[in-house]
């Protein structure tokens, strides 16, 4: 499966951006699906992830402001950003993950990155 975000950019303190994940090759609907960050000269980290059958989880640092969801129909993912904070500047990467359990923080569990797409948070 081929993964491709979009909806990055350069946004103010407390503004929104919702980025998505599309997907082309296999239907979605069979994959776990997860979005990770990495800060300028950090490691990529966990963000948000959604199973196949809807359950989700989240860093703590984004509870309460970021929102992943799926429109299997359309074969995509997105990840809502909602008041944003300079320290969420990075560059934020799609994942899939067709394993046959849930481990959503474990980059390794995903099999298929997207290429990822720049956020850039200004205050």
């Known amino acids: 499966v081929q993964l491709v975000e979009s909806g990055g950019g350069l946004v103010q303190a407390g503004g929104s951006l919702r980025l998505s994940c599309a997907a082309s090759?296999?239907?979605?609907?069979?994959?776990?699906m997860g979005w990770f960050q990495q800060a300028p000269g950090k490691e990529r980290e966990f963000v948000a992830a959604i199973s196949r059958y809807g359950g989700t989880f989240y860093a703590d640092s984004v509870k309460g402001r970021f929102t992943i969801s799926r429109d299997n129909a359309k074969n995509t993912a997105y990840l809502q950003m909602n008041s944003l904070k300079p320290e969420d500047t990075a560059i934020y990467y799609c994942a899939a993950d067709s394993g046959a359990f849930w481990l959503p923080f474990s980059q390794r569990k995903y099999d298929y990155w997207g290429q990822g797409t720049q956020v850039t948070v200004s205050s």
């Open positions: 090759g296999r239907t979605l609907s069979s994959y776990d």
